[in-house]
């Protein structure tokens, strides 16, 4: 029942700026002269000064480099994070700076450490690029005050981004975000305070981190790598160029398992594709798998936030079965039974997996901005967003895509155990459970111009005349979306429709998950006709 995911568009889930007409100078840390100021001594902001263009979105902000993503607008960003860190009384904590592989990541990540140096802020700056979980995995684990992550996740090559994490490792709530964009509105005029990075080093403010050792042991207080280390077994991992590289492949040496590392260099071009693990960006990693040899494939996107899988026959597990599949591990073979938190647009199995084990299930908007903080409200024992980002409470309420991977390996082992092998016939067997799950998701670009006016018209239209049937059935309920930006219809027999409009970019997202692939994409091209087919 596997099918393809969808063809994502660049930056999901992320505020994205739309590139500008001007030129912008690139300046490294390194080339700059500028003295430190104290934030009391900077220009006051100028009446007249434009807001810059930096908006963040359910997983950060992220914008072209050299158009609005310049050092300018992230040091903006940093000193957004040093105002809340003051208001909180939390500098002595210190905030945790990592980055990733994209060009240039580790100079936006130092001229983010010199603005909030300047704030006399401590900074734990990472030795290397990193995964973004690392980021948090440092923030809890040192009790920090927040994390700053350079990374524009999946985007296209030509991106990077700005996430920030909080106190307990989530990605940053509406709560932090409103500080961070007030103080950029308030400050638009006035240049952010910098303190050179090497002074600040040499005063002992900065310390430099590396994640992997404690981070190991961090994962085996949950997680039996021992067994996973014994196993049996041959896998593919996949991790795209990105900062994930060499994470698995380490975690898992020194026993009988034999993993094999696709893409293991350091590329900022990401070898030409979005380094998001759909396809058609690893196909090449599902031909090896088809060609024999492998138990199963494990993938990674840039950051190695997101995770993902496929089988022995090189056939894409969509990030919806991915998100059954770990419930059902915790469930079934780790025993557990708290809450599940989960985005509106995920797959219904959580909802029927929850009937079937007796646990909660709670419904997020999209974006881990809302699920993180919802699991820690709730207890839960994971949640998932459809873009293949999962968190586990006995983890961290943050996306890890690393241990994500580790508990699906984790989970067919124990299911070869129990006589339901190879993956295929595991993934089969998650079915039998849950129902089907026959998913898609395409995205509908518009002209940048006329999107503002297209995306409130149809949100009027459809907010007073809903589609009573789809696809040859009745849509037997409606819900808006509660962030105002879409909808979700249900069908007879469960299948849905999605149609979100985003914020931030001129897409509309139309996603479905059916009983069978016909209706599926029936579903899909009704949603599509829906909206006008722009």
């Not at 810059?52 to 050092?71: C, M, N």
């Not at 459809?386 to 299911?415: C, K, N, Q, V």
Request: aromatic residues 8%.
């Amino acid at each position: 029942m596997t099918e393809t995911a969808a063809k994502a568009a660049p930056g999901d889930g992320a505020a994205r700026t739309a590139p500008s007409s001007g030129e912008a100078t690139v300046e490294t840390p390194a080339q700059s002269s500028q003295a430190p100021v104290p934030a009391e001594a900077s220009a006051p902001p100028s009446a007249s000064a434009p807001t810059p263009p930096i908006v963040f979105g359910t997983d950060g902000w992220r914008a072209r480099v050299a158009d609005e993503y310049t050092y300018e607008n992230v040091r903006r960003c940093a000193e957004g994070v040093a105002q809340y860190v003051r208001d909180q009384g939390t500098v002595a904590k210190g905030v945790v700076v990592g980055y990733d592989r994209r060009f240039a990541s580790e100079f936006f990540a130092q001229a983010a450490a010199e603005v909030l140096l300047a704030f006399d802020i401590p900074v734990m700056f990472a030795l290397d690029p990193i995964p973004t979980q690392m980021t948090s995995y440092e923030v809890v684990e040192r009790g920090a005050a927040c994390g700053v992550m350079i990374t524009a996740s999946h985007n296209p090559w030509t991106d990077n981004g700005f996430k920030v994490k909080s106190p307990t490792g989530a990605a940053a709530g509406p709560e932090i975000l409103r500080v961070l964009e007030g103080t950029i509105r308030a400050r638009s005029g006035a240049q952010p305070p910098r303190r050179p990075f090497a002074d600040a080093e040499a005063a002992g403010l900065v310390e430099r981190i590396d994640p992997f050792t404690g981070y190991v042991k961090y994962v085996e207080r949950s997680l039996d790598l021992g067994a996973l280390r014994a196993a049996d077994m041959s896998i593919l991992v996949e991790p795209m160029w990105g900062s994930g590289a060499g994470w698995i492949t380490r975690l898992l040496s020194g026993g009988r398992i034999r993993v094999t590392e696709l893409h293991q260099e350091r590329n900022p071009w990401f070898g030409g594709v979005n380094p998001e693990p759909i396809r058609p960006n690893i196909d090449e990693a599902l031909g090896i798998l088809r060609g024999g040899g492998y138990d199963l494939g494990l993938l990674l996107d840039g950051d190695a936030d997101r995770a993902g899988a496929a089988d022995e026959q090189g056939t894409f597990i969509h990030q919806l079965q991915v998100m059954g599949l770990l419930m059902y591990y915790l469930l079934e073979h780790r025993g557990l039974r708290q809450p599940v938190v989960s985005t509106i647009n995920e797959t219904s199995m959580v909802g029927r997996l929850g009937e079937r084990y007796g646990v909660d299930v709670h419904e997020t908007p999209v974006g881990f901005k809302y699920v993180g903080p919802k699991m820690i409200e709730t207890g839960a024992m994971m949640g998932g967003e459809e873009s293949g980002g999962y968190g586990f409470g006995m983890h961290l309420p943050e996306r890890d895509g690393i241990y994500a991977d580790l508990l699906l390996l984790d989970l067919f082992r124990l299911e070869r155990e129990a006589g339901r092998w190879p993956v295929s016939r595991a993934v089969d067997h998650l079915h039998e459970l849950a129902g089907p799950s026959f998913y898609l998701r395409t995205d509908l670009h518009v002209d940048r111009a006329a999107y503002p006016a297209l995306k409130e018209r149809l949100l009027i239209e459809l907010r007073a005349a809903a589609p009573e049937a789809m696809a040859g059935q009745a849509v037997v309920r409606t819900d808006p979306l509660d962030t105002n930006d879409g909808f979700k219809f249900w069908l007879e027999d469960g299948s849905w429709l999605l149609v979100r409009f985003s914020g931030t970019e001129p897409l509309v997202r139309i996603y479905a998950e059916a009983t069978s692939a016909e209706l599926r994409d029936t579903i899909l091209r009704a949603g599509s006709a829906l909206v006008g087919g722009v």
